[in-house]
């Protein structure tokens, strides 16, 4: 078996604000060792549940987070920026399965530090599909088809992931009380219970199918006010809806949705307030 192994840091156990997961920030640097030994654990359970290859791709921010000395010796870390495909970088037809850890709800929706890629997002759409992350990662991994078979990370994440992929195992490693607030278990106990959810899930891999994206996917963002639309609209191929911050775009398949999406989120972060 070969597993992939996409780590987010905002639905690691414990971390609650921007200050356990911006680097410039003094809980930062906690925070990287908790999200490095969380997903380890991940790596250590796979490699005893039978794969013979597993790779891990920086999901966070610059995508550098990750200390890949802490790892098992065997992981390959796909680490750093740019990526052409970000969050799902180096994922192809010859792995097994994915697993998604450290993943947090899309924005608008209740969740600890919810969000889609950036805090300008209100909402992203595949067709008539409401995605985040979760979402837009796992249709790409079913362009390829390869299963989502575990998400781990807070009670709101659980949720998403259950309703868009049937049969899917989850491990909550937190409870959401509010944006910025959660009910937690600690480092050690959460490893144990990655390590058990993820030889469940890899014994389960069959019942898992592949999140299949349609063909030809109309991409739809809603920004957050109309100076991050009208960035985005600068990308060749979009139409501003009239009258809405929505920005759509009629890709040819979904990894020219997904490359789409970073383009326009990228070039909507250019937007100031003053």
């Known amino acids: 078996m070969k597993l992939f192994i996409s780590v987010d840091m905002e639905g690691i156990t414990g971390l609650v604000d921007y200050t356990q997961v911006d680097s410039g920030k003094h809980n930062y640097e906690r925070s990287r060792i908790i999200m490095t030994d969380e997903a ?7 490699f005893k549940s039978g794969c013979k290859e597993v790779f891990v791709n920086d999901s966070h921010s610059k995508m550098n987070n990750l200390l890949i000395e802490r790892f098992h010796p065997e992981t390959q870390v796909i680490t750093g920026d740019v990526k052409p495909y970000s969050m799902v970088q180096g994922l192809d037809s010859s792995f097994t399965g ?11 929706v209740p969740g ?19 995605i985040g992350e979760l979402g837009f990662n796992a249709y790409v991994a079913g362009h390829y088809g390869v299963p989502i078979l575990m998400a781990a990370g807070d009670d709101r994440a659980a949720l998403e992931a259950e309703q868009l992929i049937p049969n899917i195992t989850t491990a909550i490693v937190k409870k959401t009380i509010s944006r910025s607030a959660v009910t937690t278990l600690t480092p050690a106990k959460a490893q144990e ?7 469940l899930a890899l014994k389960n891999k069959d019942k898992v199918k592949p999140l299949i994206p349609p063909n030809n996917p109309l991409l739809a963002i809603e920004f957050a006010n109309y100076g991050q639309a009208e960035w985005a609209n600068l990308m060749p191929g979009t ?36």
């Open 40 to 46: 380890n654990a991940v790596v250590e359970s796979a």
């Open 98 to 108: 994915a697993i998604f850890t450290g993943y947090h709800a899309r924005a608008s």
């Open 112 to 130: 600890v530090m919810s969000h889609s890629m950036i805090f300008g997002v209100r909402n992203m759409y595949i067709n008539d599909v409401t």
């Open 193 to 199: 219970l990655l390590k058990e959810k993820t030889a």
């Open 239 to 274: 139409e501003l809806v009239p009258g809405t911050t929505t920005v759509r775009f009629q890709a040819k398949d979904i990894l020219e949705a997904y490359q789409a999406m970073l383009v326009m989120t990228e070039l909507a972060m250019k937007t100031t307030f003053c």
